[in-house]
């Protein structure tokens, strides 16, 4: 029988993140350290954030030799 194959990344958090949904039992006292001190990551900003469309069109006016 072969092994299993190692975890990425993306399998550790998808892993993390259902064990942190998995409806814990409030009364427990693990449970709510692990609450305290272990909270969610906060959401990833969007690269359309950072980047405007003046940005790109200078861009694209700087490669067309535009100026």
């Avoid at 259902?18 to 693990?30: C, K, M, N, S, V």
Wanted: glycine residues 6%; proline residues 10%.
């Amino acid at each position: 029988m072969g092994r299993k194959p190692s975890l990425t990344t993306r399998g550790v958090q998808k892993l993390s993140e259902r064990e942190r949904t998995t409806g814990l039992d409030p009364a427990d006292e693990a449970a709510r350290w692990l609450q305290e001190h272990d909270p969610a990551p906060a959401p990833p900003t969007p690269k359309a954030a950072a980047k405007s469309k003046e940005l790109h069109r200078w861009r694209q006016r700087q490669q067309h030799g535009e100026r």
